[in-house]
């Protein structure tokens, strides 16, 4: 007997194998070559077909974000090189090849193996525009890597010095197609990182897509997404790419519009002096005007028209302060005088001299001191009384 409790469900299964096809890196990331058949696009811009060769065939299917800008020439018949992965579709049970990147076979597989590597370097970031870097339109010195004594390098150079003529230009000779160009522009990109330079242009004039190739070169488009300095890529015409345009931090589409790109024209600076030694000028004649209004302002007011004016109340007010001073310190004598004279009437009434001239006498031993009591003196003491018009010398006789 079947044990059921081991049995998969059909889903189960399919799943199961799905994961079996997702987890063979063999089958991710694989290019497969065949001829397409039974080629049709769904009004979701999905598109589904077969690929074909002699003895075999497998379904595919290439979905919308992938098939948006698919190569029109691919239909039936056609034999292409697709690059993608092979999964299973588990409602039906079938493997298929998902499709991301199609191409005629031929000169398609070159722009195919392109497409994928320009896909694995954008993932990477090399492309981000996050990691562009501002081009220094004031560089002191400037590196040219180009084909020695062509014309993209003669008018590169030329332009450079006619905008502005202070700037060095440093020349790093290369191939700049073949199979030797990729080492050579290697060998150019690694001297020109060991020279003294703001700005790297890299360039050539235009020619077939595989005389451009050697700008595609990875190694040499890693190097140049770690190069030191901003890299201006003048390679081709406007209509031509190649990976180095993308890593670079800006693109020209000639050779002189990469000049103009790496240093501003000597006229720009001019006409900018210009204007700034305009505005300066009349920033200082605003501002001399308006020293002139402030200085006639002040000229007329009252104090410089007439000095005095600004101490004469003062000294109105001086005059009226010192009379006041006067008066009241005078009243204060016054008042004081009084004080002091009633004072001294006071005091000369009880001096002895008032005393005296009141009827009373002083009475003093022969030393001169005063006598207050009877016990001061004895009988026969000579003494002397002072009255109020002359002194009397006596002898004590008795006293009681």
Excluded at 189 to 209: E, H, P, Q, V, Y
Aim: proline share 4%; aromatic share 8%.
């Amino acid at each position: 007997m079947i044990d059921v409790k081991v049995a998969y469900s059909v889903s189960n299964l399919n799943k199961y194998i799905k994961q079996m096809f997702d987890n063979n890196f063999s089958l991710r990331g694989i290019t497969v070559k065949g001829e397409i058949s039974n080629f049709k696009r769904y009004p979701s811009g999905h598109v589904y077909f077969s690929l074909k060769d002699e003895e075999s065939m497998i379904k595919a299917v290439m979905f919308y974000d992938y098939a948006a800008h698919l190569d029109p020439s691919i239909k039936d018949g056609v034999e292409v090189l697709t690059y993608g992965k092979v999964s299973v579709y588990p409602s039906r049970g079938e493997y298929q090849l998902y499709v991301e990147a199609m191409e005629p076979y031929g000169a398609g597989a070159q722009l195919l193996e392109l497409e994928m590597l320009k896909k694995k370097l954008a993932a990477e970031g090399l492309f981000d525009e996050s990691r562009k870097r501002k081009i220094n339109i004031f560089p002191k010195a400037v590196g040219v890597i180009s084909a020695p004594n062509s014309a993209a390098l003669a008018d590169i150079k030329t332009n450079i010095l006619r905008r502005n003529p202070l700037v060095e230009v440093k020349i790093f000779p290369s191939l700049v197609q073949g199979s030797e160009a990729p080492k050579s522009l290697l060998k150019a990109l690694n001297d020109a990182k060991n020279a003294n330079i703001d700005t790297l242009i890299i360039g050539r004039g235009g020619g077939a897509s595989e005389d451009l190739s050697a700008f595609n070169d990875e190694t040499l488009v890693r190097a140049a997404a770690e190069f030191p300095v901003p890299i201006i890529s003048a390679v081709g015409h406007e209509i031509d790419f190649t990976l180095i345009d993308y890593v670079a931090d800006a693109r020209a589409s000639t050779p002189t519009g990469a000049a103009e790109l790496a240093t501003i024209d000597k006229r720009e600076i001019y006409q900018k002096l210009d204007i700034s030694l305009n505005r300066m000028q009349d920033y200082l004649i605003n501002r001399v005007n308006r020293a002139k209004e402030r200085i006639a302002s002040i000229k007329n007011r009252p104090f410089f028209i007439n000095p005095k004016s600004m101490y004469e109340d003062k000294l109105v007010d001086l005059a009226n302060t010192k009379d006041k001073l006067n008066i009241l310190i005078s009243h204060i004598l016054d008042m004081k005088k009084e004080q002091v004279l009633a004072r001294a009437s006071h005091l000369k009434a009880l001096s002895p001299d008032g005393v005296i001239n009141r009827g009373y006498s002083i009475m003093q031993d022969e030393s001169g001191k005063v006598i207050k009591s009877t016990k001061d003196i004895a009988v026969n003491q000579m003494i002397k009384t002072t009255l109020k018009d002359g002194t009397v010398t006596s002898r004590v006789v008795a006293k009681e």
